[in-house]
């Protein structure tokens, strides 16, 4: 064991050198699968071979599930299907923070939870993290209206709004057709959020992300779009297919910075400060803003919030001091925020310090207030199959858990802990007890006598076969810190799944997540526990 974890150590001290040198994740992002960040001169039928609009394109939407009332209907059913058994819990929640570990399968919380465990010198299986220690668990459906794998923009308007849409929108119902911003437009389509929700009840506010605060999985508490990838007025003409006009369509940064819920949110802590900047400057990282229309949208922010403050890097962040300050924006990178493995310690927050400021300024409110944090890194390490960086991401999203449980009290803060999406990792084979989980089964080979790795991809970018299709041997391929985790289906970019993902939950009414339920009732549990929005609520 003792071998292991110097290995182990040694590994993850070089990934964050290695992997900085080999691509910059925000130059990857820009051009590959479910990531939407582009410019006007990079077409979209240039992006490795792959065309994001194409996630929403031909797949059959029940006619009956594009009405919202469809939606509200099953989770009235299963929460009051849960109040029939005896109740164990009187408390109400004052306080809501709902933790997304985007990406974050069963799978991938279990090679996690060993990978802990081998860093700190043991065989890894009996360790935990923070959030498995929560009382009570259930499982999640995760299909949306027209896709039984969903992406990571109806599953958000399924957990935040409470209603499940088409693949790609955001806060609208599947009434409205794929790229049709008209329709999105119209406010008889939209759905409102449980950060409305919370407002509405005086409640403060905001979203933390380790990706930019225009990415699908924040843009679910803000956000009506027909189209997760128009981030930017700029977006709106690259994905926009000729057929939307960024004057007639509003941007999703617009949304954030100028419309409600978004223009309310005490909060706001994350990457993508390039959507809300003109293309004539450069932003605080030394990259050009990606908007076309000229407009600065944190000026435009600082006008509508002058007791409010912006943050460009860490020491700025933690500098705040978060019980007076009434408003606080921090963007830390012109994209998506960089895997912690890699991040300049000194220049970037973690997910734990964004947590933790976020609490504090959020905890002024004396109605008490509703947090989104996510961990978005975890889908990425998974896209690209490296694992090596995604389970130490779900590290990370273990450690920001630990610290709202340390400052917030449990006897009024319900704290809910999930996934909206799988990916087809596998732990396979028999491996022994304590076995590198990022090493090869040591205790198992395929049918040619060659030993394989643990962790595997149904699809992904490296098959490592030879000229004969006959699997190589990776014995010294999986030393690289660098290392391209195996897969079976050759695709561009790894692919989400389909599987059911955890629920954790602890707090005010937590009995409640245990079992299995769909997606969207999340957030009507999480309503019903501190007497918000119009559903049936505890108070009743």
Same mark, same amino acid.
């Given at each position: 064991?003792?071998?292991?974890?110097?290995?182990?150590?040694?590994?993850?001290?070089?990934?964050?050198?290695?992997?900085?040198?080999?691509?910059? @994740? !925000?130059?990857?992002? &820009?051009?590959?699968?479910?990531? +939407?960040?582009?410019?006007?001169?990079?077409?979209?039928? /240039?992006? =490795?071979?792959?065309?994001?609009?194409?996630?929403?394109?031909?797949?059959?939407?029940?006619?009956?599930?594009?009405?919202?009332?469809?939606?509200?209907?099953?989770?009235?059913?299963?929460?009051?299907?849960?109040?029939?058994?005896?109740?164990?819990?009187?408390?109400?929640?004052?306080?809501?923070?709902?933790?997304?570990?985007?990406?974050?399968?069963?799978?991938?919380?279990?090679?996690?939870?060993?990978?802990?465990?081998?860093?700190?010198?043991?065989?890894?299986?009996?360790?935990?993290?923070?959030?498995?220690?929560?009382?009570?668990?259930?499982?999640?459906?995760?299909?949306?209206?027209?896709?039984?794998?969903?992406?990571?923009?109806?599953?958000?308007?399924?957990?935040?709004?409470?209603?499940?849409?088409?693949?790609?929108?955001?806060? @609208? !119902?599947?009434?409205? &057709?794929?790229?049709?911003?008209? +329709?999105?437009?119209?406010?008889?389509?939209?759905?409102? /959020?449980? =950060?409305?929700?919370?407002?509405?009840?005086?409640?403060?506010?905001?979203?933390?992300?380790?990706?930019?605060?225009?990415?699908?999985?924040?843009?679910?508490?803000?956000?009506?779009?027909?189209?997760?990838?128009?981030?930017?007025?700029?977006?709106?003409?690259?994905?926009?297919?000729?057929?939307?006009?960024?004057?007639?369509?509003?941007?999703?940064?617009?949304?954030?910075?100028?419309?409600?819920?978004?223009?309310?949110?005490?909060?706001?802590?994350?990457?993508?400060?390039?959507?809300?900047?003109?293309?004539?400057?450069?932003?605080?990282?030394?990259?050009?803003?990606?908007?076309?229309?000229?407009?600065?949208?944190?000026?435009?922010?600082?006008?509508?919030?002058?007791?409010?403050?912006?943050?460009?890097?860490?020491?700025?962040?933690?500098?705040?001091?978060?019980?007076?300050?009434?408003?606080?924006? +921090?963007?830390?990178?012109?994209?998506?925020?960089?895997?912690?493995?890699?991040?300049?310690?000194?220049?970037?927050?973690?997910?734990?310090?964004?947590?933790?400021?976020?609490?504090?300024?959020?905890?002024?409110?004396?109605?008490?207030?509703?947090?989104?944090?996510?961990?978005?890194?975890?889908?990425?390490?998974?896209?690209?199959?490296?694992?090596?960086?995604?389970?130490?991401?779900?590290?990370?999203?273990?450690?920001?858990?630990?610290?709202?449980?340390?400052?917030?009290?449990?006897?009024?803060?319900?704290?809910?802990?999930?996934?909206?999406?799988?990916?087809?990792?596998?732990?396979?084979?028999?491996?022994?007890?304590?076995?590198?989980?990022?090493?090869?089964?040591?205790?198992?080979?395929?049918?040619?006598?060659?030993?394989?790795?643990?962790?595997?991809?149904?699809?992904?970018?490296?098959?490592?076969?030879?000229?004969?299709?006959?699997?190589?041997?990776?014995?010294?391929?999986?030393?690289?810190?660098?290392?391209?985790?195996?897969?079976?289906?050759?695709?561009?970019?790894?692919?989400?799944?389909?599987?059911?993902?955890?629920?954790?939950?602890?707090?005010?009414?937590?009995?409640?997540?245990?079992?299995?339920?769909?997606?969207?009732?999340?957030?009507?549990?999480?309503?019903?526990?501190?007497?918000?929005?119009?559903?049936?609520?505890?108070?009743?």
């Amino acid at each position: 064991m003792t071998k292991l974890y110097a290995i182990l150590l040694i590994l993850s001290t070089v990934t964050a050198v290695a992997w900085s040198a080999a691509f910059d @994740i !925000t130059e990857i992002h &820009n051009q590959d699968q479910l990531l +939407g960040r582009s410019t006007v001169a990079q077409t979209r039928d /240039s992006m =490795a071979g792959f065309d994001p609009n194409s996630l929403a394109k031909n797949k059959y939407t029940p006619p009956e599930e594009k009405n919202a009332e469809f939606w509200y209907d099953i989770a009235n059913a299963e929460i009051a299907k849960r109040l029939k058994l005896p109740q164990p819990d009187t408390r109400k929640a004052k306080n809501l923070i709902l933790f997304l570990g985007d990406g974050m399968s069963l799978t991938t919380v279990a090679a996690a939870r060993i990978l802990k465990g081998q860093l700190k010198g043991n065989t890894g299986e009996e360790d935990s993290l923070s959030f498995e220690s929560f009382p009570h668990t259930g499982l999640s459906r995760t299909y949306c209206s027209n896709a039984q794998v969903p992406d990571s923009a109806c599953t958000a308007t399924a957990y935040l709004c409470g209603v499940k849409t088409n693949i790609v929108a955001l806060g @609208i !119902t599947a009434a409205v &057709n794929f790229n049709n911003c008209s +329709g999105s437009e119209d406010p008889t389509n939209h759905v409102s /959020s449980i =950060a409305a929700w919370a407002q509405a009840a005086g409640k403060a506010s905001g979203i933390v992300t380790t990706t930019t605060l225009t990415h699908a999985s924040p843009s679910g508490a803000y956000a009506h779009t027909t189209n997760r990838f128009f981030e930017s007025d700029t977006d709106i003409v690259t994905y926009g297919e000729g057929e939307n006009d960024p004057a007639y369509c509003t941007d999703i940064a617009t949304q954030l910075i100028t419309q409600e819920p978004g223009k309310n949110f005490d909060v706001m802590l994350g990457g993508g400060m390039g959507k809300f900047l003109p293309n004539t400057i450069e932003d605080k990282f030394g990259k050009q803003g990606e908007r076309s229309d000229g407009v600065n949208l944190l000026s435009k922010w600082q006008s509508l919030h002058p007791d409010g403050a912006l943050a460009y890097n860490r020491n700025q962040l933690l500098s705040v001091n978060g019980t007076k300050l009434k408003r606080l924006i +921090g963007l830390f990178n012109s994209g998506v925020m960089d895997f912690h493995k890699r991040a300049d310690a000194d220049l970037k927050p973690t997910l734990e310090e964004m947590t933790e400021k976020a609490i504090e300024v959020a905890s002024q409110n004396e109605n008490g207030y509703f947090l989104f944090i996510e961990g978005g890194l975890i889908d990425y390490g998974n896209h690209y199959n490296v694992p090596q960086l995604g389970l130490d991401e779900v590290h990370e999203l273990s450690k920001a858990v630990q610290k709202a449980l340390d400052i917030t009290d449990p006897e009024d803060t319900l704290i809910v802990v999930t996934s909206d999406h799988a990916h087809p990792l596998s732990i396979s084979g028999y491996p022994g007890r304590g076995t590198d989980i990022l090493g090869l089964n040591q205790h198992d080979t395929d049918v040619n006598g060659v030993k394989y790795a643990t962790l595997n991809y149904a699809v992904g970018m490296e098959q490592y076969l030879d000229e004969n299709g006959q699997r190589v041997d990776l014995t010294e391929k999986i030393k690289d810190p660098s290392f391209l985790y195996p897969s079976y289906i050759k695709g561009a970019i790894g692919v989400h799944a389909g599987d059911d993902v955890g629920i954790f939950a602890t707090g005010p009414q937590s009995h409640l997540f245990s079992g299995m339920m769909q997606q969207h009732t999340i957030p009507h549990l999480m309503a019903y526990a501190a007497c918000i929005g119009d559903g049936p609520t505890l108070c009743d």
